[in-house]
Every structure is written in C-alpha cells, then in structure tokens.
C-alpha cells in the first residue's frame, strides 16, 4: 500500500461531493482522484482509472444504479477497493443490505469531519467502521435472532395496505384469493407482534420495513 491514500466519492449531489472532496483534500495523506454521481459511474471510472483507486466513499440511494448494487457489482468484479458508505439512512433496510454486499464501513453524513477521515484511513487498513447509530442497530440483530423477516410477499401485501387498499383490492393487485390476503396479514401481525393493519403499518414504519 501507498503512502497517499487515493479516494473516489460516489454521490449524486454535486454540493456534497464537492464538501467532500474540500475535507478529504484538506488531508496530506488523502488524494480525491474522482468523482461520481451514481454507481453505474463509479464502476466506469474505476474500469477506467489508470491507478488503482484504495477507498469508494459511497453514497446509497442515487439514481441509475443505487450504492448497494454498486458494492455487489464490485466484489463481482474482484476489484480491490474498500468501500466506505457515506449516507443520510440508517433503517435496516439500507445498513445490512450494504454491509451483506460488502461494505468495509458504514456512517451518516453527520459524521465529524475527523471522524469521517479517520474512518477512511480506517476503511483502507480494512477495519471495520460504524455509525453509533448503525453499530446499535446491528448489535439489535444480533440480540434478536429470532425475529421473523417478512417475506417478500407479505411485504408487497404490507405496502399495499399501508397505500390504503382493502383486501379485495390487495387480492386483485396481486392475482391471488382475499382468504390469502386475509392469512398473510395474520402472518405480519404475528411476525411484527401487533393486532390489526394499522399498527402493522405503523410498526413496519418504525423498523425502516417501509418508506414514505
């Protein structure tokens, strides 16, 4: 490894990028050597890159390809890079499916300006780094194994009754039988420890299960 630690942000705000890259530049041992406004980009300019490029500061939710693919098509890919998430969302619907893909590291974007550097120094020596708050809601998976996923089904019936559709309607949306509709609620209220659909909603809410 180099001395000079050569940095690609991925982020499709052009005014974070460029405070990223005024932090990160401020640092004598940091070179930003690209930048890009979605995964699908990043990709190109790392296949493109005439060196080797040591950490992606990533940002998840872009459009055109999302971080989280953008992660997966890496490792894929065999390519070297750490990949250190850089994020406004905390759910658990974007951490696990980030650190699962294969993510060195995970903060907010209100991480400290010398939090955020150490931690890219860190992601480069290949040392795990987390949020507080991220690192709290990994420790919650860890403490309860037990809790039931929904499965994708149950979720598409989720997000159709928290739009407002009845059973019927949520029947015919999905080509499937009200009586279906009817056991895979009972599946969600159970799994999400609640007794009707709106505190179903609400709690699916409340775990990131589903998004405004």
Do not use: C, W
Request: proline fraction near 4%; glycine fraction near 8%.
């Amino acid at each position: 490894m180099s001395s000079t630690i050569r940095v690609l942000i991925v982020d499709d705000h052009p005014v974070v990028r460029d405070g990223l890259r005024g932090v990160l530049s401020g640092a004598p041992d940091l070179v930003v050597v690209g930048e890009a406004g979605d995964g699908a980009e990043a990709l190109a300019r790392l296949a493109a890159a005439d060196d080797p490029v040591d950490v992606v500061l990533m940002d998840l939710r872009m459009p055109v390809m999302g971080g989280v693919e953008a992660i997966r098509e890496l490792r894929r890919s065999g390519s070297a890079p750490r990949v250190l998430v850089l994020t406004t969302f905390d759910t658990d619907r974007d951490v696990l499916p980030a650190i699962e893909a294969g993510a060195t590291g995970y903060l907010l974007k209100d991480t400290p300006r010398d939090e955020l550097l150490r931690a890219v120094r860190a992601a480069y020596r290949g040392e795990a780094v987390l949020s507080p708050a991220v690192a709290g809601r990994l420790m919650g998976q860890v403490r309860t194994p037990t809790e039931e996923a929904l499965s994708s089904r149950e979720l598409e019936v989720l997000q159709l009754v928290a739009a407002g559709a009845t059973n019927r309607e949520a029947a015919r949306r999905l080509f499937i039988s009200e009586a279906t509709i009817k056991t895979h609620l009972l599946h969600i209220y159970a799994k999400l420890e609640v007794r009707d659909r709106a505190s179903a909603v609400s709690a699916a809410y409340r775990r990131g299960l589903l998004t405004t």
